[in-house]
């Protein structure tokens, strides 16, 4: 019943917008309904989708058009199917859409208001399924807009199949002249979205469901995505360990303590082992154990110098009117 309802919905829907679209852009709110529609369980089509994204692939005036129409389906749902196929659009433009298309949803995300990615308030109390579907809904909208901000820090989307190696190449070339703080705020802002994937709802759906597995697989994706550029920076913190500052080292940890605070439940979302995920966090287990070692050092160096400050103090009480200025000098330098 709920899936002829749907059927009837979208055709009403359709009928809406040959009266009232413009000729020129009815094309395009078309494909936004036929990419998004309300049947239930099934993810876009991929004739569809992959209609919509050339549509997009033109002009910055139909790049906005296209995502104005799916931001406006998205938040005048209260249908779970629709709201996750929206969504999963939104992701799969993320992931291999046009840079046109790709730059319009950054610039009417980070722009606010009503239509943006906050879906906190969505609930379908339609079933005890689409009950659930909510909670996938409210996740999925928010991970998006988190993938989106470290992308716009990073300064290239993360998950993008359009990152070339050559581009990745350049990449690894690059990250040896990044400032520490600029390589710890992209380090944690990768970590945050980690901490994002690994608060997806309940998956005991994804089994039966086809589009909660779609969902599923592209976020798979990002997650390898994710643990690659984390290992290009781990990598050069291990050479620049000893170099950092106190805070610099106190951000480094705290988010290498995140990260392996996600590690059981990343492990029970992906079952498949790859060796850049293995080498991630054999990594962090050999950054924690130098981390230790550096502390150590350190304190034998303070210790030393205490040690010779406590001297100091010993040789001046001899002659009262003989002051240290090495004391000064060590505490400049500490």
């Known amino acids: 019943m709920r899936e002829l309802i749907g059927i009837v919905k979208d055709k009403i829907s359709l009928s809406k917008l040959a009266l009232l679209s413009k000729p020129q852009t009815l094309s395009l709110h078309v494909a ?20 919509l994204l050339s549509l997009g692939d033109s002009s910055r005036a139909t790049a906005s058009i296209i995502i104005h129409s799916i931001m406006n389906r998205l938040h005048r749902t209260n249908d779970s199917y629709v709201a996750l196929k929206c969504l999963l659009t939104i992701h799969h433009i993320i992931k291999r859409g046009p840079f046109i298309l790709k730059d319009q949803l950054s610039v009417f995300s980070s722009a606010g208001g009503r239509n943006n990615l906050k879906l906190s308030g969505f609930r379908d109390g339609a079933s005890a399924t689409t009950w659930v579907l909510s909670a996938w ?6 991970y998006l807009e988190t993938l989106l901000s470290t992308s ?12 070339s190696v050559l581009e990745r190449e350049k990449q690894q070339d690059s990250i040896s002249s990044y400032m520490n703080s600029d390589l710890i705020r ?6 945050t979205l980690i901490e994002e994937i690994c608060k997806v709802p309940d998956n005991l759906l994804v089994e039966r469901d086809k589009l909660l597995h779609s969902v599923m697989e592209l976020l798979a994706n990002d997650y390898l ?6 290992l290009l920076r781990l990598s050069e913190f291990r050479e620049r360990l000893g170099l950092l500052s106190f805070n610099e080292s106190v951000e480094l940890a705290s988010g290498l303590d995140r990260l392996t605070a996600c590690k059981d439940k990343s492990l029970q979302l992906f ?27 350190k304190l034998r160096r303070d210790s030393g110098s205490e040690s010779a400050r406590f001297g100091d103090r010993v040789l001046v009480t001899r002659d009262p009117m003989k002051f240290s200025s090495g004391r000064l000098r060590l505490n400049y330098g500490s």
């Open 32 to 51: 936004v309904l036929r990419t998004t529609s309300h049947s239930p369980s099934t993810p876009p089509n991929d004739h569809h989708l992959a209609t």
């Open 137 to 142: 809904v409210r996740w999925y909208a928010r």
């Open 152 to 163: 716009k820090s990073l300064g290239f989307v993360v998950c993008s199949s359009s990152y």
């Open 186 to 191: 992209d380090f944690c802002s990768l970590v």
């Open 225 to 230: 995505s994710s643990v690659n550029e984390i």
């Open 271 to 297: 079952s498949i082992r790859k060796p850049s995920v293995e080498t991630l966090w054999e990594m962090i287990e050999e950054l924690n154990n130098k981390f230790g070692f550096v502390k150590l050092q």
